[in-house]
């Protein structure tokens, strides 16, 4: 049975930090890039950050770039993302999934085969 479960999302102050990890079972997880996106209300899904499969390569939003890390351990089938100086408009729901390619799009969800069920991250005073 496939399944990506996120966890580390919670509430925090802005500046403030946050790790979040996505754990896989199910599928051959080396060879699949693991991706992150967003969700806020009312707003698209976006990506926020990709890590790659075969080559891996990292890839971000601009909205984040040089705030978010993302770091894969495939000994533990995890991926996590690091999140930095957080601000208020990082407020969504985080999502983690898995591409077994990419078709040279990462953040377009279409790509992805397999999703978790998300956690929230909130950033407010």
């Known amino acids: 049975q496939v399944q990506l479960v996120e966890s580390g999302g919670d509430l925090v102050q802005p500046g403030g930090s946050l790790r979040l990890s996505c754990t896989a079972s199910g599928f051959p997880f080396d060879f699949y890039a693991i991706g992150w996106f967003r969700q806020a209300p009312g707003k698209e899904r976006e990506g926020v950050s990709c890590a790659g499969n075969v080559n891996a390569n990292t890839y971000y939003a601009d909205s984040v770039k040089g705030r978010f890390t993302i770091t894969r351990d495939n000994a533990k089938s995890t991926v996590y993302l690091q999140m930095d100086s957080l601000k208020p408009e990082d407020t969504a729901v985080y999502y983690c999934?898995?591409?077994?390619?990419?078709?040279?799009?990462?953040?377009?969800?279409?790509?992805?085969?397999?999703w978790g069920q998300g956690t929230q991250v909130t950033v407010s005073s």
């Open positions: 999934a898995a591409a077994v390619f990419l078709h040279g799009q990462w953040n377009d969800p279409q790509w992805y085969n397999y």
